[in-house]
């Protein structure tokens, strides 16, 4: 079992991707408890990497890719990543305890320093700060659907030792308000902002910052929406005004790695320093026997189909698979420059798609829901390389939706075969598909997982952080409780 020994390595690997990736910026403190005279733009630049290389790494990608069924080990394959493991809910100590220190220290320890900084400058840097803001809401609303209810409001507060936990609803709404603020900040006659460290290639433009916050916003609430109608409202709000969310490629927040030594994609150097750049990985069959049947063009960009093998098949999570039948994730999805995705416009099309199916503050439009579920998949077909084309063709296959509750399926199932390589992204879009038992696709118990309910969530890591604060949980919450959003 491969994982077995080189599991503690992985985060390894990511922290000195992350490190090398970043080192021109970290001589920046002369004082190791204070930050300053540092350009917020640093803290801000390697926040960013801290978080990119924390999604793409060992320690947060392949525990919720394999045990949210979007990706599978291959079960006893000489090649795959081996059973039991994450696939199977044997998630390791390091998994929590790293990514929870990653999103509070790496993360958003810094981007609260930077805002700081930020709004202390004179003249007010307010438009790094609103950047930094935005940011700290992706990475609060994703710490809490990693671990449920958090600390956030006494977060990063260093006059307070031991924060309260935060109910994830509060937590949410936090984040929505932190967005809200964010807008608010931005200044267009200010020339001060994140130009040349804005590693989502925005290079500052503004425009593009404030499309990304409302559609982070959009994100948030429609996590929130089941659990809390009221917040239908609120959604009708955002569509109904124009031009202020993601509305082309142009706009996708994804965040470039590069074929260099100390630069690469986690995904793919993990493959290459431990396997022979063969993908551990394989096709899952939630996501494969779904595409095939459509004659889906990105199969080939997903996966790598055997050489014998007559179509693309995809492995039962937990099953062995046969190197001759089944497909591996493919190493050209998986490269060495492949870039981290944050959010994109499919995703954005998605929402908007589902929010028309079932009338979220706006009427209910089944044509209007077509129109733009074709969109997001002809859009993610392009993203993932198929000819202009050939997406616009294959899209125009899809059928148009007449059930509104079928179509919330469709269009649900298409959105998470999407994210299906982004681990939490896709997790996180099944759990809120619908009530348990409900969710979309319908998973099932894993070969070899334990018996009982669906994996759900990370357990809160046993760390100094946590054992010693009074205010922590005094519970232990199992991997299979639910939370707050997740019905």
Partial sequence: MKKTYIYILIFVLASSLSLSSCKKYLDINTNPNTAERVDPKLLFSYAVTSYINLRSSGDLYIPFALAGQSIATGGDNPTGWGVPSEEQYDISSFSNGNSWRTYYTSVGGNLKEAIKLAESANPVNNNAAAQCKVVLAMSVYETSTVFGDIPFS????????????????????????????????????????????????????????????????????????????????????????????????????????????????????????????????????????????????????????PA????????????????????????????????????????????????????????????????????????????????AGTAATFAATLPAITNAEAGVKLIDMHHWVDKMDRGIDAFTQWRRSGPEGSETPALKLPIGAPAGPLFRRFEYPITNEISVNPNAPKNTIKFTEKMWFDL
């Fill in 154 to 305: 006494e977060a990063w507060n260093t006059t307070i030792s031991y924060p309260k936990f935060d109910a994830q609803k509060d937590v949410l709404e936090g984040c929505i308000t932190l967005i809200d603020d964010a807008l608010k900040q931005f200044d267009d006659a200010s020339p001060l902002k994140i130009v040349d460290y804005d590693l989502f290639k925005y290079n500052g433009d503004l425009n593009k910052w404030r499309r990304l916050a409302n559609s982070v916003k959009l994100r948030i609430l429609m996590t929130m929406v089941d659990k809390d109608p009221s917040k239908a409202a609120a959604i009708g709000t955002l569509i109904g005004a124009t031009n202020n969310r993601i509305s082309s490629a142009d706009d996708n927040c994804l965040v470039p790695y590069q074929d260099v030594a100390g630069k690469k994609n986690p995904k793919f150097a993990i493959n290459e320093q431990y396997n022979g750049e063969v993908n551990f990985f394989f096709g899952t069959k939630n996501v494969v026997d779904f595409m095939r049947p459509l004659k889906d063009p990105r199969l080939p960009k997903f996966f790598t189909k």
């Fill in 308 to 387: 014998k093998a007559t179509d693309y098949f995809g492995v039962e999570n937990g099953e062995t698979a046969d190197d001759d039948v089944n497909v591996r994730i493919s190493t050209d999805l998986q490269s060495a420059s492949a870039p981290e995705v944050l959010f994109t416009y499919q995703e954005e099309l998605f929402y908007e798609a589902e929010i028309y199916a079932r009338g979220l503050g706006v009427p209910v439009d089944l044509g209007k829901a077509t129109t733009l579920y074709k969109k997001a998949v002809e859009e993610s077909c392009k993203y993932y390389g198929v000819d």
